[in-house]
Structure formats: structure tokens, C-alpha cells
């Protein structure tokens, strides 16, 4: 295929009580018909920049058209095979979470994440072709501080790592990842990892995203030619929404709120170097490497992916600064291209698994139904052993219906019946004993049929497979008709984007063929573009400035962020450099190692580590040096150790002390 720009959308949230409050005014600017996004400088009211992108949704916009827009044309190419991605960017507190969630459970007001499980859904669950299935797996991550976290894992605070494959790229190792058959187990999913995101509260957000959550949805095709060969196909929806960028001049973060802005800042800034890259023709080298959150989108970004941004934007005059940067972000993005394919035949496609699985389930139940072994060969159909009924349980001088009639009856029932034959003890006593044989082993099977009975369900009902009616009547034709209300607002958008392409396509054409009927009107015309290029050039001059100040001001949030970490550092090292021995602490500076993968410290056995001397102490290590191994300091110490001296043990281990202990018994001796 031939290389795709990245579409960008803008939207701008409504003013908020803050802003409101504040008495700002607005600084944007919106024609929607012509996807024109203005921004005016609150200080020069004159001053004003225009953008042009794909589409511009303003204040008064709903989630619907929204959707329409971004996600519906993109969900579609994902379930015929390709990949695709949006990702939210903006200031802090513009509405991102709010475009990419919603509120869930509400029609109106949900995001894009859960309507687009909503058009797979309906998609694959009305699908009429019984040749082609479709399999859904989900997984929810987020980078919190540089860390990865499982959101969708009981034990949020294991840190994941970033790992490499020459054929499948960057892949996060022992990530969850969960088949899904229908939108409630994806709302109970999607409900559950947002607990467990990171937020915090700042000055200019309440519930401001202290983490970039990255949603992914795999969606695997197989479908059967006419020889009965399976084709099968891979696409994946990565639903990014980033944290929003922070100036700690409006922010007021402080303490662990500053170290999460900066970290949050660090892989934005990362993620403009990687856009720059791109789009500037000259450089040979991306730094993709820079940041986790640009290696997970190293394929979204100038690799196999279909790719939409979305950048949200606050209408208030406070907010230009930070308006005007977002602005031209989003203006470098749509010059990014993509190399979108049809993934065929992907290495860790589940379906087959499944296929397999499912296989394997049914072939169980005819061995069952057949009375054979789950682990005997099945008959071939031309010898008619296939067609036999199971094996047919009897007991000497009982016939089979009577036999039948006695399975259903109680012990005491069946005893009664026998004595009334006047049969001999030993007689009823035999025919007893396989009776409850016979009823023991039909129990069993009927208990293991039921198992695969419930797995295969259970399976079945996580793959779609066309002609299935998995929908009810009313259903899918809700589902039929929420998808061509999709499709024709998409259809509308499109067709208005065709014609202001269109409209610009001949605006060029009047200017090449344009006859004049005087040197005058001819002289009038050239001084009028003459005039129209000369604004251009102010226009780029002006934003040479603007990137300058851009610059300083970002230099200025940058040193204000190092004053605070270095307040910080200095008071760790007043701590170390009073209250730790040198001696101590170079034992320290020689057992620590660095961790690139993890980007962080680490010293081995840190569990052995600290004052161990201490009687009473107990503490987790979850917090120690940032590093988890699962280690706690105990209350029962050894009582080798007992006759230490505590306070001047600032740094060892459990070899260290006890060594120690010898020493001092020794002297005693």
C-alpha cells in the first residue's frame, strides 16, 4: 500500500468553572466546514494564526459526530487486518480522558474506547458468513513514572518490562492479555483497570491522569476459501490516552506531583524529538529509544499503522501559551507517514489456538457419546462404528429394561423388587454391588461430559463465527442500524472533506489559467498575491518568534523542575553526608548496579540490607529503593546477632553481621 499521512483532529472542550470563574475569555477560533482552527494572542488581539487539519470539532460538539470522525473509519480497517492507533494529546485538564472514556454506561456521553467495542461487536456478532470467525483479546497497560504497569492485574505494583522480537517488534513481557466475547465482559475490564490508574489532583485538574494508558484490542480473522484452507488475519487497535503536558508555574505541583510531571513532561518531550524526526526529512536517526511511551509507539508513528491524533484543546485566553504549542504539535503530526499493510498469517494469533481447542472438545464429546476412552482414536465414518450408540452397561439375568428401571429407582426400592423374585442373599447381593457400579461409572461420564459440555461453550462463546446467532433479532438490527448511522455520518465528513480539497484543488487551477484583460488588472492581481505572500512570510517570521518564546518558556518550567529536584537531592545528601559513614556508604556505591531495561537502581538482596540489629523492626520493601522483591525485615532476629551494636550499623548484610558475631564471641573466648 502507499504511505498514509497521520490524521489529525482537533477538539476543543467547552469553559470550565475554573476558567469561568477566572473571567477568561476565548483565544479559539473554529469553521468546522472547513477544518480551520484560529488562535488569537489575548495580548494583540490582531495577532492571529490559522491551522488547517482533517477535521475541527468545537465546544458544542457531541461524542457521536466525534466518533464518526476518529474511530469509526479506523475500527473498521482494524477488523479487515490492519493495525491502527489514536492517541489524545493536549494540556492538562482539556478534555482527553473525557474523548477517549466518556462516562461509561451513558449512550450520549461515552467515549471512544467503549464505542468502539461497540462497532466490533455489533460488527463480528452480525456477521452472516459462516466461512469467517473473528476472536477479540484485550489488554489495558499504563506508564507511570516510566514504569509499566498491568491494569488489569490483581498485583498493580509489579513493574513489566519492554522487550524486543525481530518478527513481532516491541512486546511487553507478562503482560495480561483476555479473550473477550462480548462488550459487558469489555466495560467489566475497562471498569476495573480505571480504578487502578493513576490520578491525582493539581490546581488546574481534580482527576488529572498522573499516567499514559495505552487500551489495545486484538481482533484475529480466519476465514476458509473454497479448499477449506484457513487465512488468517491480525489487527490491533492501540486506544492511547496520554497524560496531559504541565507548566509547574500553573500546576503548583510539588512533591511527588512534580516528580510525575516531569516524568510526564520527559515523554512528551521524548515524543515531539520522535515527530521532528519524522517529519523533518534531513535526519537519519529517530529516537524512539528515548522513552517507553515513544518504543510502544514506535509502529504508530512512521511504521505499519493507521494512525489518528487527536488533540484537544481549552478555549481560554490564560491557556494561549499552551494552546499555541499543542496547535503546532498537532500541525507536524499530520506530516508523518505511515506504511499501513493487512497483517497476514501473524505468529501469535490465539484463533488458531481456539480452533484447535474447540476441535480437540468436540472429538472428547463423540468419544463420549461412543463409550470409547478420550484418548482412543475415533472410528473412520466408512467403517459404521461411528454410528454405534455407547457402550451398553448389563448385569447377568437382568434384562435391559428392567435394568433401566432399576437405575432410576432407590436401593431399597430395587431391594424390595429382588426380594420379591425370591432370589438367593447372595444372588441380590451381587446384582446390587453392579448396580451402584453401573450407576457410579454413568454418573462419572455424565459429570466429565458435562465439563467439556461447559468448556466448549465457554470457548465457543468467546470466538464469533459467521451464521451464528449470537444476537437476538432485535439486536442485531439495533446493531445493523447503529453501524449505518456510523457509516453515514462518515460518509458526510468525508464528502465535506473531499470538498474543501476540492474547492482548494480549483482555487489553484484559477490562479495558473487566469486571463487578465489589462497590464492593470494584471499589475492588481501579482500585487495582491505579492501582498498575500508577504503576510505568509511575516506570518512564518512571527512564528519563528513565538517558537523562541516557546522555547524559553519551556526552559523556564525545565529549571524550575531542577531547582525542586535539587532541593530534594540536597536534603537527601545533608541526610547521607551526617548520618552515613563514608566507609558505609561506599559499601553501598559498590554493590549498586544500574538497570537500563528497568531505568533504575538496583542492589541485589536488598532484603539483607538495613539495621538488622534492631530488635523489633519490620518493615515492607516495596518502598525501599524503589525496588520490590517481595523482602520484609523480621521481629526474630538471630541471636548471633543480639550482642550488636544497632546504631552503628548503617549498611550490610545477613553474611556481614553474622561474620561480625563470630569475631565478637571469639574475643569473648
Request: hydrophobic share 35%.
Amino acid at each position: 500500500m502507499p504511505d498514509e499521512a497521520v490524521k489529525v483532529v482537533v477538539r476543543c472542550r467547552p469553559m470550565n468553572k475554573r476558567e469561568l470563574d477566572l473571567g477568561c475569555g476565548y483565544c479559539i477560533e473554529m469553521v468546522t466546514s472547513k477544518g480551520i482552527c484560529s488562535i488569537i494572542n489575548p495580548k494583540d488581539p490582531k495577532e492571529r494564526k490559522d491551522f488547517t487539519f482533517d477535521s475541527v470539532f468545537d465546544w458544542e460538539s457531541e461524542q457521536g459526530p466525534v466518533y464518526a470522525e476518529v474511530g469509526f473509519p479506523l475500527v473498521k480497517n482494524v477488523l479487515d487486518g490492519f493495525n491502527g492507533t489514536i492517541f489524545a494529546y493536549g494540556q492538562t485538564g482539556c478534555g482527553k480522558s473525557f474523548s477517549m472514556t466518556g462516562v461509561l454506561g451513558d449512550p450520549r456521553l461515552k467515549g471512544i474506547i467503549p464505542r468502539a467495542f461497540d462497532q466490533v461487536f455489533d460488527s463480528v456478532g452480525s456477521n452472516s458468513n459462516p466461512r469467517l470467525s473473528y476472536l477479540v483479546r484485550i489488554s489495558y497497560l499504563e506508564i507511570y513514572n516510566e514504569d509499566i504497569r498491568d491494569l488489569l492485574s490483581d498485583n498493580i505494583s509489579v513493574k513489566l518490562e519492554l522487550k524486543e522480537n525481530p518478527e513481532s517488534g516491541v512486546y511487553v513481557k507478562d503482560l495480561g492479555s483476555f479473550v473477550v466475547g462480548t462488550y459487558a465482559e469489555v466495560d467489566k475490564w475497562m471498569e476495573f483497570g480505571n480504578k487502578q490508574r493513576a490520578v491525582g489532583e493539581t490546581k488546574m485538574n481534580a482527576t488529572s491522569s498522573r499516567s499514559h494508558s495505552i487500551f489495545t484490542c486484538n481482533v484475529e480473522t480466519c476465514e476458509k476459501d473454497d479448499a477449506g484452507e484457513d487465512h488468517i488475519r491480525g489487527g490491533k487497535l492501540n486506544l492511547v490516552d496520554l497524560a496531559g503536558s504541565e507548566r509547574q508555574s500553573k500546576t503548583e505541583a510539588t512533591g511527588q506531583r512534580l516528580k510525575e510531571a516531569a516524568k510526564i513532561n520527559l515523554s512528551l518531550s521524548a515524543l515531539g524529538n520522535v515527530i521532528s524526526a519524522l517529519v523533518d526529512g534531513k535526519s537519519t536517526h529517530v529516537p524512539y529509544r528515548d522513552s517507553k511511551l515513544t518504543r510502544l509507539l514506535q509502529d504508530s508513528l512512521g511504521g505499519n499503522a493507521k494512525t489518528v491524533m487527536l488533540t484537544a484543546l481549552s478555549p481560554a485566553d490564560n491557556n494561549y501559551d499552551e494552546g499555541l504549542s499543542t496547535l503546532r504539535y498537532a500541525n507536524r503530526a499530520k506530516n508523518i507517514k505511515n506504511k499501513p499493510k493487512i497483517n497476514e498469517d501473524p505468529k501469535d494469533a490465539m484463533i488458531r489456538q481456539f480452533q484447535d481447542e474447540i476441535k480437540k472438545l468436540k472429538e472428547m464429546l463423540e468419544r463420549k457419546g461412543l463409550g470409547l476412552p478420550v484418548d482412543a482414536p475415533l472410528p473412520s465414518a466408512s467403517s459404521g462404528a461411528a454410528s454405534r450408540p455407547a457402550t451398553v452397561r448389563s448385569i447377568r439375568g437382568i434384562d435391559q429394561e428392567t435394568l433401566d428401571r432399576m437405575k432410576t429407582e432407590t436401593d431399597e426400592q430395587v431391594m424390595a423388587a429382588l426380594a420379591a423374585k425370591n432370589l438367593a442373599q447372595e444372588e441380590r447381593d451381587r446384582i446390587m454391588t453392579e448396580l451402584r457400579e453401573i450407576k457410579a461409572a454413568e454418573a462419572k461420564e455424565a459429570e466429565e461430559k458435562a465439563a467439556i459440555e461447559q468448556q466448549l461453550a465457554a470457548m465457543q462463546g468467546k470466538m464469533h463465527i459467521g451464521g451464528v446467532d449470537y444476537l437476538s433479532a432485535h439486536e442485531s438490527q439495533v446493531a445493523k442500524l447503529r453501524l449505518q448511522e456510523q457509516e453515514l455520518e462518515q460518509i458526510r465528513l468525508e464528502e465535506e472533506r473531499v470538498k474543501r480539497h476540492l474547492a482548494q484543488q480549483e482555487e489553484n487551477l484559477t490562479d495558473v489559467d487566469k486571463k487578465y484583460a489589462s497590464l492593470q488588472d494584471e499589475i492588481n492581481d501579482k500585487n495582491t498575491k505579492l501582498k498575500k505572500l508577504f503576510a505568509r512570510a511575516q506570518d512564518v517570521k512571527m512564528q519563528q518568534e513565538d517558537l523562541k518564546d516557546e522555547y524559553a518558556r519551556d526552559k523556564t518550567d525545565i529549571l524550575d523542575t531542577i531547582r525542586e529536584q535539587t532541593k530534594l537531592l540536597k536534603l537527601k545528601m545533608l541526610i547521607i553526608n551526617n548520618f552515613i559513614p563514608p566507609k558505609e556508604l561506599q559499601r553501598i556505591d559498590e554493590r549498586a548496579s544500574w538497570d537500563n531495561d528497568a531505568d533504575r537502581w538496583r542492589i541485589h538482596n536488598l532484603r539483607l540490607a538495613g539495621c538488622l540489629a534492631r530488635t523489633g523492626m519490620q518493615r515492607s520493601m516495596t518502598t525501599v529503593g524503589g525496588e520490590d522483591d517481595g523482602s520484609v525485615y523480621t521481629d526474630d532476629l538471630p541471636a548471633a546477632n543480639a550482642s550488636l551494636d544497632g546504631r552503628k550499623v548503617f549498611f550490610s548484610y545477613e553474611a556481614d553481621l553474622q561474620q561480625a558475631a563470630r569475631l565478637q564471641s571469639n574475643r569473648r573466648r
